[in-house]
């Protein structure tokens, strides 16, 4: 078993719509990533979370750590939007561990 | 500075050559990372460096050899490598002993191992 899963795998959208990605962990952490990366690209982390809610433009990133449960939602999505997201969380010991990641198409 | 820069961006290698990839971040980040990953799949730890001085090795066979001569720079020395070695090498650095500490990668070197 996974120390990361993410759901749903794959995800299509039309433009404008209102997007969801969810993270299950199992491992006491530190802090929790939501990371993005784009067709044969690096890796751009989004946000860093420990507690409570962070928004940036239109992305919003939760994260539940009693039930150790993480959301990322994209409002108002665009084409560029289209990417794969990953949710890692940073346990202690500089130790990461990855979700297989969502991967994210908007469709104009 | 808060960027990870990896080069070559690309790289082809015979099964008999020998190259390394680079990585340099001046953020000032003792810890860093060599990940491997496939396509369609997440990033798999190779290696990490803290305080320039190797503190994970996943299992990575020995023709992957790391090098860290230095608190900004790293380096993966590939030697016989296999086709099945063709991936997207990341480098990532974070601070050491930190907790809540951002991983910022760089954007990577597509190997192909022919």
């Known amino acids: 078993k996974n120390e990361v899963e993410q759901s749903p795998q794959n995800l299509t959208a039309q433009e404008g719509e209102f997007i969801t990605i969810n993270c299950s962990y199992s491992v006491g952490i530190s802090a929790l990533h939501w990371l993005q990366q784009h067709p044969g690209g690096g890796i751009v982390s989004l946000f860093m979370l420990s507690s409570g809610k962070k928004k940036h433009g239109r992305l919003i990133a939760t994260i539940n750590i009693q039930e150790k449960h993480s959301s990322l939602h994209i409002t108002a999505s665009h084409p560029r939007d289209s990417a794969v997201y990953i949710c890692?969380?940073?346990?202690?010991?500089?130790?990461?561990?990855f979700g297989t990641g969502t991967s994210l198409t908007v469709i104009p | 500075d808060t960027e990870v820069t990896q080069t070559p961006k690309h790289l082809v290698m015979g099964m008999t050559n020998k190259k390394s990839l680079k990585c340099e971040q001046h953020m000032g980040h003792r810890a860093m990372y060599w990940y491997k990953q496939k396509a369609k799949k997440p990033p798999e730890l190779m290696f990490v460096y803290s305080y320039e001085k190797l503190s994970i090795n996943e299992s990575v066979p020995s023709r992957f050899s790391p090098e860290c001569p230095n608190s900004s720079l790293l380096n993966l020395h590939l030697h016989a490598l296999q086709p099945e070695d063709s991936a997207l090498y990341l480098c990532a650095s974070s601070q050491v002993g930190a907790t809540n500490e951002k991983l910022f990668f760089g954007s990577g070197t597509q190997l192909s191992v022919l």
């Open positions: 890692a969380v940073s346990s202690y010991g500089n130790q990461f561990y």
